[in-house]
Nanobody, 115 residues
Framework: QVQLVESGGGLVQAGGSRRLSCAASGRIFNINYMAWYRQAPGKQRALVASITGGGITNYADSVKGRFTISRDNAKNTMYLQMNSLKPEDTAVYYC?????????WGQGTQVTVSS
């Protein structure tokens, strides 16, 4: 089993920055893929960014150039640095980790960007 604990959500003004953290614990030694998803009001949950154990990253078009995903393997923690935030970024952000064939989810953290 894997447990994911998120932090860093909150209220931020448009144009500001925020960093989300996701700390993993439990049976984590086989995890080779982690990702951030988000679900905005009235929208489906969508992939924001992902990172492999080798450090290969992938981003949704809507956040390219503004968000950066990273991980600290020694701390078993993944980060999402969010810059130039827009009101459209307002959503519940979820941490996900894959331990094939299982996927684990965090509880979600609310990010609200005010105009």
């Amino acid at each position: 089993q894997v447990q994911l604990v998120e932090s860093g959500g909150g209220l931020v003004q448009a144009g500001g920055s925020r960093r989300l953290s996701c700390a993993a614990s439990g049976r984590i030694f086989n995890i080779n893929y982690m990702a951030w998803y988000r679900q905005a009001p009235g929208k489906q949950r969508a992939l924001v960014a992902s990172i492999t154990g080798g450090g290969i990253t992938n981003y949704a078009d809507s956040v390219k150039g503004r968000f950066t995903i990273s991980r600290d393997n020694a701390k078993n923690t993944m980060y999402l640095q969010m810059n130039s935030l827009k009101p459209e970024d307002t959503a519940v952000y979820y941490c996900a980790a894959v331990n094939t064939p299982l996927i684990y989810w965090g509880q979600g953290t609310q990010v609200t960007v005010s105009s």
